[in-house]
């Protein structure tokens, strides 16, 4: 039986192990850290859509939110709830600019399959949405986005796993890559050398660095991003859906009776890190700028109590044209990556890890990989921009 060690315990790790295994692989996980998803899927806004600007991303993550939307089912587990949120997805926008683009975007969304996306204008705004300001022009919704709990997918998956018997080894770190007679042949870990036909890093902003151990350059960059919670409050909508401002990308949905705020400023790459510090003048930037669109903001803000507010930071992988990382190691073909999601790993995770899946085993042929590492534009550095970067 092939062996194939996954490097990585984060969403994208677990979701890998739990599909290779399925397909028949003996797979063994090794994750630093004492837990598994405790890095950067856990500083995750946790959100989920199917609402993109290009048909491979639209088709890939609507076939993760299906998956989600059947979770328990697929992988056989009653009654396993990830707290999967429904509510919606809402881009809008103040200005006749954004309202022209928002609806080139459901036309083009709905051309490509996406057929329950709306486009809302004026008074039908207003009345399904009525917190928002009177400036808001139009918006995007559809309501089959939403948010979930990552920490109950990636137990759902790891207890889906454990019945093909995947191992999952946590406090291990890996070293480096091993190589014999030029080809990657495991990892050195301080006990010693893990052995195995192929390995698949998964490991978020250290992918790079331990391809970088045997001379691979990726182009990947880690980018540090924050989250902030508030607790409960009365004057925030609980059934309102992920509210984005399209213009400045400000961005906010309910969490409990609270709520998770998010902004993805420019910031330059920095180095991996497992605890990143974040700016603690993040959380009045944030409030500011979901306040343009949702006045209830500032009620909110002047009445905060201390004890009320968290504020967490991690790191997106990102690569040049924002798309993932999934295949082999161009002239290393023992070596895959599942890497690079761009903010966006936890809503591709089931999709990523069939597609890895499907493409070791040679279901899914090469040619067919729209994120393959020799895929024409990547480039050869990493880039920190885009749009907006929503979660």
């Known amino acids: 039986m092939t062996r194939i060690l996954i490097i990585g315990g984060g969403i994208i790790g677990v979701s890998s192990a739990y599909f290779l295994a399925a397909q028949g692989y003996e797979v063994l996980l090794l994750e630093r850290q004492p837990t598994l998803g405790s890095v950067t899927t856990a500083a995750s806004l946790q959100a989920v859509r199917s609402q993109f600007a290009d048909p491979v991303n639209i088709d890939f993550m609507r076939g993760s939110l299906a998956f989600y939307e059947t979770f328990a089912d697929r992988l056989d587990l009653p009654g396993h709830d990830i707290g999967f949120h ?5 881009f809008v926008t103040t200005t006749e600019q954004g309202a022209a683009q928002l609806q080139a975007r459901v036309a083009f969304q709905q051309s490509h399959g996406l057929e329950d996306v709306a486009f809302l204008t004026g008074e039908a705004l207003h009345r399904r949405f009525p917190y928002l300001a009177a400036e ?57 050398v893990e052995g195995a036909d192929a390995v698949v890093l998964a490991a978020g902003p250290f992918t790079a660095g331990l391809a970088a151990t045997i001379g691979v350059a990726l182009p990947l960059a880690a980018v540090r991003r924050h989250r902030f919670v508030i607790g409960e409050h009365a004057a925030i909508p609980h059934t309102a859906p992920m509210t984005v401002d399209h213009d400045t990308g400000a ?59 968290f504020l967490h930071a991690g790191q997106y992988t990102v690569t040049p044209d924002h798309n993932p990382l999934i295949g082999p190691v161009p002239g290393q073909e023992e070596l895959w990556i599942n890497s690079g999601f761009s903010g966006h790993g936890v809503m591709a995770a089931p999709a990523a890890g069939q597609l890895l899946a499907d493409l070791i085993a040679g279901r899914r042929p090469a040619a067919a990989n729209p994120f393959a590492l020799d895929r024409a534009g990547l480039g050869d550095g990493a880039a920190a921009g885009g749009e907006h970067m929503v979660i």
Do not use: M, N
Request: hydrophobic share 40%.
């Open 86 to 90: 429904q509510q919606g997805y809402l």
């Open 136 to 192: 808001a022009l139009a918006a995007t919704f559809r309501q089959r986005d939403g948010w979930l709990s990552a920490h109950e997918v990636i137990e759902g998956f790891r207890q889906a796993a454990a019945r093909y018997r995947v191992t999952f080894r946590t406090r291990s770190r890996v070293e480096v890559l091993a190589l014999a007679g030029g080809r990657v042949v495991g990892v050195r870990t301080p006990e010693g």
């Open 251 to 309: 961005h906010w949905r309910p969490e409990g009776p609270g709520a998770a705020l998010a902004w993805a400023e420019p910031e330059p790459p920095s180095p991996p890190e497992v605890v990143v510090s974040p700016d603690p003048g993040f959380p009045f930037r944030v409030l500011e700028g979901v306040y343009r669109l949702s006045p209830f903001w500032l009620q909110v803000a002047e009445s905060l109590k201390r004890d009320q507010v």
